[in-house]
């Protein structure tokens, strides 16, 4: 158990509004992740974080936005949620020690936007 | 730009049956790894192969990393039920940005009784 929690894990919204989804480590990782999982694409990172309001933007970050004031909680952002943005999101974890930068996940948040 | 193509993308067979699942791509990578992922639940990591031609047994599950690092290849032996699951492969890219994974579409295994 890797420690990630994942807030809320279901959530149906609006077009049109705004949407925040947390994620939660208590292992004081460096590194987190957000990737979003849709059939026939695999998971594809959105954004990431390597340490406290140090972030940088993944593969399909165009809507979303993140946070990271404490090491503990990685903060997702849909501004302004669209159809498209109806996934499923995986938050995850990597302490970034050893030789390689193996990857934790969360639960999932599943997202429908209406 | 998917850089790790999993094939096949879908496998059905019977339990007993042994089965392949590659995973491959045209970049070098510094280490891959292999998840497996269950309905609802976040992928769960295997193993990870970092050098060459690496073998690793995990009970029925043999992972080889190729000898260019490019390459994987995950073969179970005598498939059960509940091996059923979507395997992911995702590769590391020292020379990219580190931390970051690159993963496959997944490979969806069903093992029936």
């Known amino acids: 158990d890797a420690g990630i929690t994942q807030s809320p894990r279901h959530k149906v919204t609006e077009t049109g509004t705004p949407v925040t989804l947390r994620c939660h480590q208590t292992e004081n990782h460096r590194y987190m992740y957000w990737y979003r999982q849709d059939p026939g694409h695999g998971l594809r990172l959105i954004h990431y974080?390597?340490?406290?309001?140090?972030?940088d933007k993944g593969e399909v970050s165009d809507g979303y936005s993140v946070s990271r004031s404490k090491t503990e909680d990685f903060l997702l952002t849909l501004e302004s949620a669209t159809s498209s943005q109806t996934s499923v999101y995986f938050c995850?974890?990597?302490?970034?020690?050893?030789?390689?930068?193996?990857?934790?996940f969360g639960p999932g948040t599943r997202l429908t936007v209406t | 730009t998917q850089l790790l193509e999993q094939s096949p993308q879908f496998l059905s067979i019977q339990e007993g049956e042994n089965l392949t699942v590659y995973c491959n791509s045209s970049s070098v990578f510094s280490s891959l790894q292999w998840y497996r992922q269950e309905p609802g639940e976040g992928p769960v990591l295997l193993v990870t192969?970092?050098?060459?031609?690496e073998v690793k047994k995990l009970k029925r599950l043999t992972f080889q990393f190729g000898d260019a690092r490019k390459d994987s290849s995950l073969h179970i032996t005598a498939a059960q039920p509940g091996d059923t699951g979507l395997y992911l492969c995702a590769g590391e890219d020292r020379g990219s940005t580190l931390g970051r994974l690159y993963f496959g579409r997944g490979t969806q295994l069903t093992v029936w009784p």
């Open positions: 995850a974890i990597s302490s970034g020690t050893g030789n390689t930068y193996e990857q934790y």
């Open positions: 974080s390597y340490g406290v309001k140090d972030t």
């Open positions: 192969v970092v050098t060459g031609g």
